[in-house]
DNA sequence: GTGCCTACTTTCCTTTGGAGAGTATGGGAT
DNA sequence: ATCCCATACTCTCCAAAGGAAAGTAGGCAC
C-alpha cells in the first residue's frame, strides 16, 4: 500500500511551505460534496444542460449548483458553452483537467464503494456504545 | 487514462439506486475539507494529540477539530485512545480503513500538486474575462 | 394578451462554522 | 494551603454558508 511519499518523495520532501499553503488551499476548493458529485455526473454522462445536472445530482439546490459549476469553471474544470438561443441552452462539459480531476478521485469512489458495510458496522457500533 | 467504468465495469454497472445513494452520502460525509486535512496530517505524522492536530491543520478550529475527529471515529477512520492521566491525553491514530481512504486520497494529493499552475492560470484568465 | 421554456437571481430563513472564553482535574510551585 | 498550569474539550455568540421557493428575461406558440 503506498503512501504519497513512497509514490513521490523528492516532489513531496522539496515543497516549500507556500506551496503546501496553495495545495491546502486547493485542496479545500477541490474536496468539496457538490464538486465530486458534480464531476462524477459530467465524467459518467458526458456534456449535460443545467437542468440535467440538477436531475443527476440529487438534492443539490439551484443555487448551489450556479455556484459550484461557475467555481469549476473559473479553475478550468469545466467548459461552460453558451448557445445564444430561446430559450437558454448551456452545455456544460468537463475540461482535460476536470477529467485528470474525476480520475485521481475514482480511487476514492472505488474505496466508498467498497468500504460501505465497514462504515456502516462502525457507525451502528459506535452509536450503540454510547 | 482510466476511468471509473474501465478499472471496475461489472461492479459499478452493477449498483442499485440504493447502494449508490450510500455511496453518495459516504461521499458527502468523507469529501471534507478537515477530514481530508486531518487525514493527511494522521498519515504524515502518525499518532498525534488534539493540540498537535490543531497545529498541524493550519485554520481549523477546535470545534471543528472535535466534531470532525468524532465523526471520523464514528466512520471507524480513526481510533481514540483515552488515558485517564491529569491533564488529560487523548491520542489520535489512523485505523487501517482510515489509512486505505487515504491512500485512496492520494491521487487527489498528487493532482493538487501536479496542476496547481493550471489552476491558477485559468482563475486569473477567467478573472480578467470578467 | 396569456402562458411556457430555461437558466439563472433574489429573498428569506435555517444550519454550519469561527472566535474566544469557560470548565474540570490533579500535580507542582510557592 | 493557595495559586497556577496543562489539556481536551464545551459553550456562547455572531458571521457566513446553504436550502426553498418565488421572481426574471425574452422570444415563441397560442
Redesign the pocket.
Known sequence: MPSVEKIAPAAYEALDPRVETLVNELIGRVA?K?TMLLLEALEEHGTC????LSQLVP??????L??T?RAMERDGLVD?KVHPV?????EYSLTGLGQSLGEAFCGVWLWAEANLDRVEASRTAFDTRE
Do not use: A, H, N
Open positions: 468539496d457538490w444542460r443545467f437542468t440535467r438534492g443539490i439546490s439551484q443555487k448551489m450556479t455556484q459549476l461552460r430561446v430559450p437558454p441552452k448551456v
